[in-house]
């Protein structure tokens, strides 16, 4: 008698989880791998010389490249994401903060800048109140004081 030896791919519910497996080690490989490709590029401590050597190393021999780098460079890795997380957060505050302060998409002085200029006009003498109301009536409906600007 033969005794057959069954595996775990000869029943169609392990055949599947084994291939999940599978394409997660997969998809894992290429992720970590292009991981170590951006941290090289992102490294500024690493001159161009190093940088082009861990590349052609990564390329050259993928398996042996990438597990050398992580474990002689992988503790920095985090330290460089969490920089670089930190230097966008800064940016996109300061953007934020810009925008909030009416200087994104607005380079002229806002509405209140605008009328208290108009104000100072009016006491020195050089606008009357009939200018003076009409140049405020501008600014409160968004056309400016391209009329007094001259002045």
Do not use: C
């Not at 230097?87 to 302060?101: G, H, L, V």
């Not at 800048?113 to 600014?139: H, M, N, P, Q, W």
């Amino acid at each position: 008698m033969s005794d057959q030896t069954y595996l775990a791919y000869d029943f169609p519910l392990l055949s599947v989880f084994w291939s999940m497996l599978w394409l997660f080690l997969w998809i894992m490989w290429f992720v970590l791998l292009f991981r170590v490709v951006v941290d090289i590029f992102r490294d500024d401590d690493m001159s161009g010389w190093a940088k082009a050597g861990w590349l052609v190393f990564t390329v050259l021999l993928p398996f042996l490249g990438v597990f050398v780098y992580v474990i002689a460079r992988g503790k920095n890795m985090g330290r460089r994401e969490v920089a670089q997380a930190k230097a966008q957060q800064a940016a996109f505050d300061s953007y934020i903060r810009e925008t909030a302060k009416g200087g994104g998409g607005h380079p002229g002085p806002s509405s209140v800048d605008e009328l208290a200029r108009l104000s100072e006009i009016r006491s020195r003498g050089d606008i009357t109140d009939d200018e003076f109301r009409r140049a405020k009536e501008l600014v409160l409906s968004g056309h400016g004081t391209r009329d007094t600007e001259s002045r």
